[in-house]
């Protein structure tokens, strides 16, 4: 391989190799010591089992040899790697993708999650060669998003020490020094603070010298130093809500059959990088008009629910009736539901989709105010639950005593919005009210118990009480009509606006996870641009994987007049990882 700064190679860096292991630490394969022309060679034998291969480069012959590390990360679906470049192109790559596995030099963690984030930083650039990845260089992504822009800058940046001085290296790493813990003493270590904290200094980060390689460079300080992937291929038109199996695969909902607005008739299978799986449209077993409702159950079967079916009623017309089916999938995309469906328990328009801890399968019936229950996944024992409030249900959630907790009053600006809870022996209690919240849409549980729900017309944040007592509501000027909401590892909140086109992220119960002197509900994203990347639409639904990506659905590019939704995004690294597929509250992985 080959160690870089700034596009000159680095002689006498002291280049380690290691293969990072599940929840051990990583081991070391060999180490080497670059050349006059910055070459090395390490002669290592390939770890047995799941690992990731990824090399570390400290000092060399510069001006600031003890600032300088620089890292990249091998791809693990290409085997043991032969070549690595190590330049501040592939250290920005890897301090992002593997954000939530980096502790100084190693890797560990949750081995799945581990895996894919190593897989997604070849998206952002190629280990073998220290260039631009193919994901992130051609469209959708290039120059049609931020983000190309913002990992030249940022690698510009670390040029600017590596291949600077003391003083340039000094103002790198007070500008990215955390809100919390010490200032970092070396470029990878100040890259993956500005990873783990976005929207800390971004301006200040920008201003410092940059090294005259990589050129193009962003025009102007980003709103913050989010990093993000588009996805588009897989036959997207619409897609509505996402959700992930136990290898961290990604099912798409989708509104519509390309390319009008006609039911859809596949789900999207993408692989854990957003590449399309299985041919991308995954049809058979019913699916027609899926919109919202998505769930894996413990056997990576994917439940779907179709909202809309053949009725040619727009969904908001009194004489919608909507679908009367749900489809069954197994993780190889082979229907296990028949032509038409599953129709047992008198599914009338169904949306929201959950499964709980012990197996049993939800699922809210938008148009005939019910709630359909199939015990233990099985149909034939469909039961139908009435009462408590149901009007209109959309959302579906599970907390972690197995009670199911359905949102009432979904795209009705008319009625107070409210809550059902159901227990998990099928018994309705409410409806709890809560004053002054109108269309509540997407809805998550944190660890404590506390429901998060999204009010799309009075955009607000609503936090819930497990007695369904509303403890607080919360707004933010880059949170306008609030859809979907997600809690991350670490019980931060976060929300996806509709009309707004924006991701909001919030400070949720464990204020230890959030920047000193924050509170519950402070708002952690920038204030009033939100986390954007240039390329996000109406968004409805916000879900986080195992490698601590949050992806993010396009579902809608125009609302009036009607045109789907072009794909998802990624937002690489930003939160605390949730172990998938998700059932019940949101833990951290194992």
Known sequence: GTVVASGTPVAASHVTLYAGRAGAAPRRLGTATTRADGRFAIAYAAPAGPSVIYAVASGGATRTPRALRLMAVADPRGGA??????????????????????????????????????????????????????VLAAAPNGSATTTLGAVRTLAAVLGGCTRGTARSCRALFRASAPPRGPAPRDTLAAVHAIALHPANHVRRIYRLRKAARPRPLLPHAPSSWILSLKHTAGGFDGPGRMAFDSLGNIWVTNNFQPPGTGPGLYTVALDPTGAPRLGGAVGGGGIMGNWWGI????????????????????????????????????????????????????????????????????????????VTMYPGGDPAQARVVTGGGLYKPFAVEVDGRGNVWVGNGAIDADVKGSLTRISPDGQAAGPFVIDRMRSPQGMAIDSGGDLWVAS???????????????????????????????????????????????????????????????????????????????????????????????????????????????????????????????????????
């Open 81 to 134: 790697p032969a070549r690595l470049t190590l330049n501040e192109l592939t250290t920005v790559a890897s301090a992002y993708a593997m954000a939530r596995f980096l502790h100084g030099t190693r890797l560990t963690g949750a081995g799945v999650g581990m895996r894919n984030a190593a897989a997604t930083a070849h998206g952002l650039v190629d280990p073998a060669t220290g260039r631009i990845g193919a």
């Open 295 to 370: 769930a894996v159950d413990a056997q990576d079967r994917v439940w779907l629910s179709n909202f809309t079916g053949d009725d040619p009623n727009p969904f908001n017309s009194p004489a919608f009736t909507g679908g009367d089916a749900a489809s069954l999938l197994t993780r190889d995309g082979v229907a296990l539901s028949g032509p038409g469906g599953i129709t047992a328990g008198n599914l009338q328009a169904p949306q929201g989709i959950a499964v709980d801890q012990r197996g049993n399968v939800w699922i809210a019936n938008h148009v005939g105010d019910t």
């Open 456 to 590: 799309l017309v009075d955009q607000t944040l609503n936090r819930i009480a497990p007695s369904g007592r509303l403890k607080a509501r919360y707004r933010a000027s880059s949170m306008v009509g609030p859809w979907g909401v997600a809690v991350d590892g670490d019980d931060n909140v976060w929300v996806a606006s509709f009309p707004g086109q924006k991701l909001t992220l919030f400070c949720g119960r464990k204020v230890a996870s959030c920047p000193p002197g924050s509170r519950t509900g402070d708002v952690l994203s920038p204030p009033f641009t939100g986390f954007t990347n240039g390329g996000l639409q109406h968004l409805t639904a916000v879900q986080i994987d195992q490698s601590g990506n949050v992806w993010v659905a396009n579902n809608w590019a125009n609302i009036v007049p009607t045109v789907g939704g072009d794909g998802v995004v990624e937002f690489i690294g930003a939160a605390a990882p949730v172990a998938t597929p998700l059932i019940g509250p949101p833990r951290a992985p194992r």
